[in-house]
């Protein structure tokens, strides 16, 4: 089982709510006038489908690979309970991928997939017109910053809208950039906070002491043992 299957069952899923940050995105899309109504799609590390399952209701085709099969399997069972029939789900890494086809749209949203030239090539190359939401160097979190710092290590947001905006400017290619800021709020138990936290330190690369996590989040408790962690996010949205 791979960290991102770990971390499947509690993942964001498709949702129908107007009011949805996801909504933000795709005004923003209809705004740069980007159209996806009988057109092919590859969404790349599309995850448990929470921009995917919005998109295949107007296109005509989409592929959406992942390397984690629980991501793969939630998304299959909201596409079938959506009577969703045009996705076909890829179990693979990017960096394995090949890309045999061109597709009208390229989509990366909130994805690790993305991070290095060659990346950016192969994804660049794949389709007329890519499409890429994710980080952009601000992400403040006060409960993973001290739990960082408990753990020895500096948290730093992750900034991957950068190394496309790098990688695009360098190779003279125009783009539309537009910013996002969000506040989310999550209350977790005490239980369900120290697997979230756990994982994240894991995912960075740090391996968690379940002992120092405890004691760090034994200071955010609220007083019917809730955790309620606010985080500050930045991130842009980048159409070439």
Known sequence: MTKWDKKAKNYSRYNEDKDSFEQRVFSALDSLQIDFTHKTLLDVGCGTGVYTLHLAKKCLHVEGLDSSTEMLEILKIDAKNLNLTNINTLHVDWSSF???????????????????????????????????????????????????????GIYTAPNGAKKVKDWLEKNN????????????????????????????????????????????????????????????????????
């Open 98 to 152: 090949t890309c045999k086809d061109t597709y009208d749209f390229a989509l990366s949203t909130m994805s690790p997939a993305l991070s290095h030239d060659e990346d950016f090539v192969k994804f660049d190359n794949c389709a007329k017109t890519k499409i890429y939401f994710g980080w952009a160097g601000k992400r403040e979190t006060k409960i993973i910053e001290a739990l960082f710092q408990a753990h020895g």
């Open 173 to 240: 290619k125009f783009y539309q950039m537009i910013p996002f800021d969000e506040e989310k709020v999550r209350t977790r138990t005490f239980e369900e906070s120290i697997e979230n936290f756990m994982w994240h330190l894991d995912i960075r690369g740090i391996k968690p002491d379940k002992e120092i996590i405890k004691k760090v989040l034994n200071t955010f408790n609220d007083e019917n043992g809730y955790i309620t962690e606010i985080t500050i996010n930045h991130m842009n949205l980048i159409v070439w």
